[in-house]
C-alpha cells in the first residue's frame, strides 16, 4: 500500500528520516510508536483509513457502536487498538480518551469520523426529534470528544480532523436536517480553530463528497432504482467517478501531518463536484425560460 510518511506532531521524533524515507516511498521503523491518534471510525469502507495511519506510523485508538466490526478491524491491523462505544454517550467518548493516554501516554491527533445520512427525507418528513438525535451523533459527539481531548492536545500541539460534507457548504435535497449538521461541523471547525491556534493546535475538516462506503451502499440500497441512484451518484462528478475511503484517508494523514500551515480548513474531497453549472430545477419547479430577442 501507499505509505505517508510523517512530519510535524508525528516528525518530533522522526524528522531526520522522513526525507530518506519519502524517497524511500515507506516509512522507517523510526516512525513507528511516534503517534497517538483517537478516531471514530470503522466499518470496511474505512479500513483503509487505519491501513494509511497505521502506514504513517501512528499508533490508532478508536471506537466504533458496532462492536463485532471494531474487534475484526482490530485484529487485522496491527497498531490499532478498538474501544467499543458509542459516540453519544459522553462515558464511552470519556474512556476512549482516557484508555489512549493510559495506553500511550499522549495524544497528537483526534479523527471525528463517526456520522450518519438519513434516507431522502422531504421537510415535512423530518421531525424535531429525528433532528435532535442526528445533532447528537454528527455534531455532540465530536464537540464533546475535542472538549476531552483538548487538554492532551494542548500539550502535544496536537490537532483535530472533523469529518464534514461537501453538502454542508452547498446543499442537499432532502437532506435538511443532515446539510445542517455539517455545515455546524464546518462553522464548528473553524470557530476552534481560531480559538486553539494560541495553544498551537491546529483543526482542520474534510468535506468528502460521494465516497463509495457501506452508508452510500446502504442508501442506494433503500431507493426504488439503486442502479440509477449508482449512477447519478458517479457522475455528479466531472471526474467520472466515486471517491475511494483511501483517498479520504490519504487525506486526513496529510492534514495530521505534513499541513502544518494549515487551520480552519475545510478541504473538499469531491471530485469535482461541485465545480460548474448543472442542471438543478426539478421537474415539478415553474421554470421561466427567456427567449432571444428577434
Ligand atoms: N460516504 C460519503 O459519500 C460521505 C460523504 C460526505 C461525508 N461523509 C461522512 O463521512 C463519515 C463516514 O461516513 P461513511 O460513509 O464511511 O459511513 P459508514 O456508515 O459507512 O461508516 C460510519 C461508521 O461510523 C460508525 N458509527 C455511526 N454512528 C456511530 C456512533 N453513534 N457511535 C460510534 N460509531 C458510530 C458506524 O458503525 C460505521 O462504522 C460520516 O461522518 C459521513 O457523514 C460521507
Redo the contacts with the bound molecule.
Sequence with gaps: GRVICCSCEWRQSCERDNHESRQRGRCSGGHKRAAEAVT????A??IVLFLLAVDSGAQVVF????EA??RAVEQELLGTVFIP????QEG?LQTLISETVSRFGHLDCVV??????PPAQLPEETSAQGFRQLL???LL?AYTLIKLALPHLRKSKGNIIN?????GAIGQSQALT?VAT?GAVTAMTKALALDESRYGVRVNCI??????????Q?LAAATSDPRATILEGTLAQPLGR??Q?AE?GAAAVFLASEATFCTGLELFMTGGAELGYGRKASSSTLVEVPILPP
Design positions: 471514530q471510525v470503522c466499518r469502507g474505512n471506537c466504533d457502536k458496532d466490526g471494531g462505544g458509542d459516540v453519544t464511552d471525528n469520523n463517526a456520522g450518519y445520512h447528537e451523533e454528527n459527539g469529518i464534514s460534507s461537501l453538502v443532515y455539517k468535506s468528502p463528497g460521494n465516497i463509495w462506503t457501506p452508508l452510500w446502504e466515486m471517491g475511503p479520504v
